[in-house]
């Protein structure tokens, strides 16, 4: 774990249904942009700062990425909410119940991708992996303070 990740306190399946926001997803990558643009939505719908707004789809985005492109599920699970007046937070579960790490790439200057990961650590507060009891996959999380 790095400096920025810890365990989670709470997923966001205990969280205020007003203050949260879900959408699952076909394990596709044109459902990235779908859950980009439902997640941009809903925080524009709650007069967040939009430095936060750009921040939150981001991290979204590439949490999504990562599932859709590196887990064996057929869907996601994508979540967002208000966990405090000062801390968004940011979920993504899978179904894949092959308890497999999330492996560190290091991205080459000419590489597309591979810095998925290292945008989550240097944006977010924290960050972390936890078994999702929602799916019995892996969620990964964020937390974004406003």
Known sequence: MSPHTTSSLQLLDAVDQERTHWIE????????????????????SWSLPGELRSDAVLLLSELATNAVCHTLSARILCGIGLVT??????????HDRSRRRLRRCRAALDDEGGRGLFLVEELAQTWGVDRSRLTGGNAVWANLTA
């Not at 007046?85 to 899978?94: F, K, S, T």
């Open 85 to 94: 007046e000062g801390i968004l937070r940011l979920e993504v579960h899978d």
């Open 25 to 44: 997803l076909p394990a596709h990558r044109s459902s990235v942009g779908v859950a980009r643009r439902s997640v941009g939505t809903r925080l524009k």
